[in-house]
């Protein structure tokens, strides 16, 4: 059946848990809560979506931090 769905759509090297990886982790870095991404994932809590996908929000924490420096100095 998958088989099928990615053929039907165009992406027969790509497998739907690889767009669900995506989407998830696109919610992340648009600052979607992560209340919110656990519940569209179905993941049973929160901690999983975090653990999972905190990754996604290194490059936004370093240029949080980074707009620390000037005021640091």
Do not use: C
């Not at 039907?8 to 696109?26: I, Q």
Request: no cysteine.
């Amino acid at each position: 059946m998958e088989r099928v769905v990615r053929e039907t759509a165009g992406l027969p090297g790509v497998r739907l848990h690889d767009l669900r990886h995506t989407v998830v982790s696109l919610l992340m870095e648009l600052g979607v809560p992560p209340h919110v991404v656990q519940a569209i994932a179905r993941h049973a809590d929160v901690k999983l979506t975090l653990k999972v996908y905190a990754h996604a929000n290194l490059d936004a924490m370093r240029q949080a931090l980074g707009k620390l420096d000037g005021r640091l100095s």
